[in-house]
């Protein structure tokens, strides 16, 4: 059975950080590539950066870059998200989803390119 379980939400000031954890089971991190998302209310769930099954190389959006960083432990099957430098408007709900192998193939960010998800944490940044 697969599973994605996220931890390590929480409530910082504006410019503080935080690593959100995504503990994955039932495969393998060199088989299948792993992103997180997140939703803010009233918005629609958007990507913010993924990491490659192959070789662990990754990607982020325009709006984490540079204070974003995703990293994986293949040992501990756990995929981890460090946000640095937060806003407040990286206040949101994040998921960790893992790449579906029969998806459209059309976009990295597509919410459709990805088959299982975890519960979510909830991560909100103070002005």
């Known amino acids: 059975q697969i599973q994605l379980v996220e931890s390590g939400g929480g409530l910082v000031q504006s410019g503080g950080s935080l690593r959100l954890s995504c503990v994955v089971s039932g495969i393998t991190l060199d088989h299948y590539s792993i992103a997180w998302f997140r939703q803010a209310p009233g918005k629609e769930r958007e990507g913010v950066g993924s990491i490659a099954a192959s070789d662990g190389h990754t990607l982020y959006r325009d709006p984490v870059k540079g204070r974003f960083t995703i990293s994986r432990d293949k040992a501990k099957n756990t995929v981890y998200l460090q946000m640095n430098s937060l806003k407040p408007e990286d206040t949101a709900v994040y998921y960790c989803?893992?790449?579906?192998?029969?998806?459209?193939?059309?976009?990295?960010?597509?919410?459709?390119?990805?088959?299982?998800w975890g519960q979510g944490t909830q991560v909100t940044v103070s002005s």
């Open positions: 989803a893992k790449r579906s192998p029969t998806g459209p193939g059309m976009t990295l960010w597509g919410l459709e390119e990805y088959d299982y």
